[in-house]
C-alpha cells in the first residue's frame, strides 16, 4: 500500500469523536478513516493523567497496526493530557483537537475574552489557557467543566429539556459574568448540545467547534507532509470502526451522526495492546 | 495465616461500594478489608455484560493474590452481570448485594408493590425481579434507570439542589404513579441521595438499602462456613485500599464516607490480573 493512500487513525474516549470523524469525512473526502472508541473504559475526562496517557498510548499502539499514516486524536481529555508525550515517541503526524480549537477561538474573539467547557480534566490542565495565550498573551481565558453534558448525552433522556436548561444555565453562569463573546465547545459531545448552548449564550456569543478547524488542519498537515491521498473520488472509501466494548450502542449512535454506515464496527480487546 | 484471619475481599467499580464496606465494618467490627475500586474504568453501569464480567474477573484474581477467605461484590452492576460466573469458578464464598436487597424488600413491603432505581445494566438485567418473584411471585416489581445519579454524586455540585430534585423527580414518576410502598436504592451510590430521594418519595414508602442486609448476610455465611475472625475486638484492624487510577479523589471519597483512614490507599495495575 502507498503511503498516500493508508488510512487516518481517529480515536476517541467514545462516540464523542465522531463529530471530528464527520468533518474530516466532509471536509477530506479522498481520505480514509479507522476510527478507535474506548468504550470499555469511557469517560476519561474525571480520570488522571496517567490513566490518560497510559490508554492513549494503547490505542496509538492498536491504530499503528492498521499502517495508519496520521493519527487525530478526537477526544479534548487526551489532547490536553497525552498528546505531547505521544509525540515524541511517534515517526507519524499525531495531530490533537485543542491548537485548532483554540486558534480559532483567538481569530473570533472581538473583545479578547474567551470562555471554554470542558471535562474536569481538560479544564484542570489549562491546555487551552496556555495554547491560547501563546497566540495572544492579552487574551482573557476563563475555563469551566461541566462533568454532567458527557452523560446526558449519552443518556439522550434530557436533551431539548428544561432540566437540561438549568443545568447548562448553572454551568454557564460565570461565563456570562465574565461577558465572554467566544465559547469553546471543548469536549467532543458538547456540539450535540449545540442549540441549547447557543440559545442560552445569546446572539452575541459565537460557539467555537474544534473538529471543523482540526479537520482543516489535518487536510494543511497532509499537503505539508506529502501525504494527501492521490486516488480520485470516484473510489469509494471504506471506514472502519473499531470499540473496546460490544458495539451495539456505539453503532446506534454512529448512525445518528455520520454520513456512512458504522455497521461493521468490531470489538477489540484493548488491553492487549 | 489461619484462615479465619485472613481478610474479606471487597470490590466495586469506584467509590460506591464503601457504603457497603462501611456497613461490614460497622456490623461485623472484628473483619478485616481488602477493598478495590475500579476508578479507571469507572463506571461498569453503561457497559456490556461482557465487559463488566471481564473486569469482575480480573479483579477478583487480584483479590485472591491478597489471601482473601470470603468475597463481597458491591457493586450492584457486577452482582447482576458476574456474580452467578464467578462463583461457578471460584472456591471461596462470594456475596452479591442484590439478594440480600431483594430479600430485605420482600420482607418490607405491604402492598406488593417494589421499585429498584439503579443503572441501566442492572434494571435491564430484570435480576432483583428475578430474586424478587423467586422469593413470592405474587410480588409487583418495577424497575428504572436513573443514570445521571452516578456523575451527580461523584461531581458533588447538585447534591441538595432544585435541579437534582427536577431530575429525581422524573425518574421517579413512573414509580409513584405505580404506588410502590417499598424503593430499593440498587446502586451503591445512592444511599448518598437518600435525603432528597426519602422526601420526593414521601413517608409512605420505605427506602431499602442493599448494604445493610448484605453486611447481615456475609455475617452468616461466615459463620456458617466457620471463617468468622476469632481474634478478639482488641486487634486493631487496618482495612486496606487498592484503586486502578491514582488514589487522590478516592482518598477524598473515603474520608468522607469511612470511620477509618484510607491514607494508604495504593494503586495496581488491574489489567495486569
Known amino acids: ?24 469525512m466532509r471536509q477530506i473526502p479522498n481520505e480514509t478513516i479507522v476510527y478507535f472508541g474506548d468504550t470499555a473504559r469511557v469517560p476519561y475526562g474525571t480520570k488522571s493523567q496517567t ?13 499503528r497496526t492498521k499502517e495508519v499514516k496520521a493519527i487525530v486524536v478526537a477526544c479534548n481529555t487526551a489532547s490536553a493530557l497525552a498528546l505531547e508525550e505521544i509525540r515524541r515517541e511517534l515517526e507519524i503526524p499525531i495531530l490533537g483537537v485543542i491548537k485548532p480549537g483554540a486558534k480559532i477561538a ?5 473583545n479578547g475574552k474567551i470562555g471554554i467547557i470542558a471535562t474536569e480534566a481538560t479544564i484542570q ?12 498573551p492579552e487574551l482573557t481565558v476563563i475555563g469551566k467543566a461541566c462533568p454532567l453534558f458527557v452523560p446526558i448525552v449519552e443518556e439522550g433522556t434530557f436533551l431539548n429539556d428544561p432540566i437540561l436548561d438549568a443545568i447548562a444555565n448553572r454551568y454557564l453562569e460565570e461565563l456570562k459574568q465574565h461577558k465572554i463573546d467566544t465559547l469553546i465547545l471543548g469536549c467532543t459531545h458538547y456540539p450535540l448540545l449545540r442549540s441549547t448552548l447557543s440559545r442560552l449564550m445569546g446572539e452575541d456569543v459565537t460557539l467555537v467547534n474544534p473538529a471543523y478547524e482540526t479537520a482543516r488542519e489535518l487536510q494543511r498537515l497532509l499537503r505539508k507532509e506529502g501525504l494527501e491521498n492521490t486516488q480520485g473520488q470516484e473510489i469509494e472509501r471504506i471506514h472502519t470502526f473499531y470499540v473496546s466494548d460490544v458495539p451495539d450502542r456505539f453503532k ?3 448512525a445518528s451522526i ?3 454506515s458504522a455497521e461493521r464496527t468490531a470489538q477489540i480487546n484493548i488491553e492487549e495492546y
Not at 488510512?7 to 469523536?17: H, K, M, R, W
Not at 490542565?125 to 495572544?136: A, E, K
Open 1 to 24: 500500500m502507498e503511503l498516500q493512500n493508508a488510512p487516518i487513525g481517529v480515536f476517541d474516549s467514545g462516540f464523542g469523536g465522531l463529530t471530528v470523524a464527520r468533518e474530516i
Open 51 to 63: 490513566t490518560i496517557l497510559k490508554y492513549s498510548k494503547q490505542i496509538v499502539r492498536f491504530l
Open 106 to 110: 483567538a481569530n473570533t474573539t472581538k
Open 125 to 136: 490542565s489549562r491546555v487551552y489557557t496556555h495554547f491560547i495565550q501563546d497566540l495572544n
Open 252 to 254: 446506534q449512535f454512529a
Open 258 to 260: 455520520l454520513p456512512c
